[in-house]
C-alpha cells in the first residue's frame, strides 16, 4: 500500500520532503550563514549591473517595469481567486471545474513568468535596500512554495482525474491553500512597498 502511495503522489512528497530539507536549514541556521555572502551580489546587481543601471538612473523606464509587475502579480492574483473559488463551488457553478482550472494555468504560468522577470528588474533597482529587508526573503520564500505547489502538487492533482472522482474534501483543501499561499505572497510584497 505505501509503495503505491508513494508511487501515485512522489510529485507531493518530493516538495514535502524540500519544504522539510528548508525548516531544518532554518533551524540549525544554514541561512544565516550564507546570508551575509549574498551582500556582494546585490551590490553588484544594483551599481554593476545593466539592470541596476537602468533601475536606477531611468525612473520612468523603473516605474513602467514596476506597473508590469504589479499588473503581473494582479493577473495572478485574479487567475487565483477564479480557479480556488470555482473549487469551492462560490464562483462560475455552471462551468466544469476542469475546464475553469485547465484554461486559467495557462494564463497563471505566462503571469508568473512575467512577474518574476519583472521582480528581478524591481529588485536589481533597489538591491541594496531589499537585502535587509526580511519581508523581501518571505515572499521569495513564499514566492518558491506558491510556485511548487501550483506546478507539483496542485495542478498535477487535478488533472489526474475528473474532478468528480476527487475527493471533495482534498478540492476545498487545494483552494484553501492556494488562496493562503498567494495572498501571504501578495500581503508580503505589499509590505515591500511600505518600508
Not at 70 to 81: C, D, E, P, Q, Y
Not at 157 to 166: D, F, G, R, T, V
Amino acid at each position: 500500500m505505501f509503495s503505491t502511495l508513494l508511487g501515485q503522489y512522489s510529485r507531493s512528497f518530493t516538495v514535502l520532503l524540500v519544504a522539510i530539507v528548508v525548516v531544518l536549514l532554518e533551524v540549525f541556521g544554514v541561512r544565516s550563514a550564507i546570508y551575509p555572502g549574498l551582500l556582494p551580489y546585490f551590490e553588484w546587481i544594483k551599481y554593476s549591473s545593466w539592470i541596476g543601471i537602468i533601475g536606477t538612473t531611468y525612473g520612468s523606464i523603473y516605474a513602467t517595469v514596476e506597473a508590469a509587475h504589479l499588473l503581473s502579480m494582479a493577473t495572478i492574483g485574479g487567475l487565483v481567486l477564479a480557479t480556488d473559488l470555482r473549487l469551492l463551488g462560490v464562483l462560475l457553478r455552471d462551468v466544469p471545474s476542469e475546464t475553469v482550472t485547465r484554461g486559467t494555468h495557462k494564463a497563471f504560468s505566462i503571469a508568473l513568468t512575467v512577474a518574476i522577470l519583472t521582480g528581478i528588474f524591481c529588485a536589481a533597482g533597489v538591491g541594496d535596500k531589499v537585502y535587509y529587508m526580511e519581508v523581501f526573503w518571505i515572499k521569495m520564500l513564499v514566492l518558491l512554495t506558491g510556485a511548487c505547489f501550483m506546478y507539483f502538487i496542485k495542478q498535477p492533482l487535478l488533472n489526474s482525474k475528473p474532478h468528480s472522482e476527487i475527493n471533495p474534501w482534498l478540492i476545498r483543501l487545494l483552494a484553501v491553500t492556494s488562496i493562503l499561499i498567494w495572498f501571504t505572497v501578495a500581503a508580503t510584497g505589499r509590505w515591500i512597498g511600505f518600508s
